[in-house]
C-alpha cells in the first residue's frame, strides 16, 4: 500500500476529508489509468445514526477471504467513479446511493497479482437497511458498526493488516462533522 493519508492529494483535487466534484474524479480515474492501475471504489455506508456498515467476505474469495471490508469494487469500462460506487453498493447490498460524501481513503495497493488504485468515500443510501441483499457468492455477511466497535475489523486480518480497521476509524471521524445533502 504505497499511498499514505499524509500523501493522498492527487492532481491537486481528490484529497481525505473533502468531497470531490465529478471532474476532479474524472481525473483521478484517468491517472489510475495513464499508471496502468486498475480503480477500485468504496463505500463506507452511513445509516444516519452513526454507524458504518461492513461485510464479510466468503471464504471462497481470492483476496482477504473471510475478513470484513468495505461496500466496494473495480470500475468497469465506461462507468465514472459515482456510477461504479452506485453500482457496487447496488450489487453488494441492494440499496441505492443517495449521496456522496467525503473522501475517506485514497491509496495505491496490489493483491493477487493485480496492481490498483482505490478511492472510499462516506456516503448514504437508501432501502431498506436492515435487510441488505448480500451477494451469496461474495459476502456471508454485514453489520452495522458503531465506533466502539472497530475492533470487529480485526478478525481474520494478520497482525500487519489493519487498513479497514484504520480506513473505518477514520471514516467515523469524518461523520462527526460531515452533514449529508
Not at 45 to 52: C, K, S, V
Not at 85 to 98: K, P, Q
Not at 123 to 145: F, I, M, N, Y
Request: with cysteine; glycine share 10%.
Amino acid at each position: 500500500m504505497a499511498t499514505s493519508r499524509d500523501e493522498a492529494r492527487v492532481n491537486g483535487e481528490v484529497v481525505i476529508g473533502r468531497a470531490a466534484d465529478e471532474a476532479a474524479l474524472a481525473r483521478f480515474a484517468a491517472s489510475a489509468s495513464a499508471d496502468g492501475l486498475r480503480l477500485v471504489v468504496g463505500a463506507l455506508i452511513t445509516d444516519g445514526a452513526g454507524r458504518i456498515y461492513v461485510q464479510r467476505r466468503s471464504l471462497t474469495r481470492a483476496v482477504f477471504p473471510g475478513c470484513w471490508d468495505l461496500v466496494g469494487g473495480h470500475q468497469e469500462p465506461g462507468e465514472t467513479i459515482t456510477q461504479a460506487l452506485a453500482r457496487e453498493v447496488n450489487e453488494e447490498t441492494g440499496w441505492e446511493l443517495t449521496s456522496l460524501g467525503p473522501v475517506v481513503e485514497v491509496l495505491d495497493w496490489d493483491a493477487a497479482g493485480a496492481r490498483r488504485r482505490e478511492v472510499d468515500f462516506l456516503v448514504t443510501v437508501s432501502g431498506d437497511l436492515a435487510a441488505p441483499r448480500l451477494e451469496a457468492s461474495k459476502h456471508v455477511e454485514g453489520r452495522w458498526l458503531s465506533a466502539t466497535e472497530l475492533n470487529v475489523l480485526l478478525e481474520g486480518r494478520r497482525s500487519d493488516d489493519r487498513w479497514v480497521h484504520e480506513v473505518v476509524a477514520r471514516g467515523f471521524e469524518l461523520l462527526s462533522t460531515w452533514s449529508p445533502t
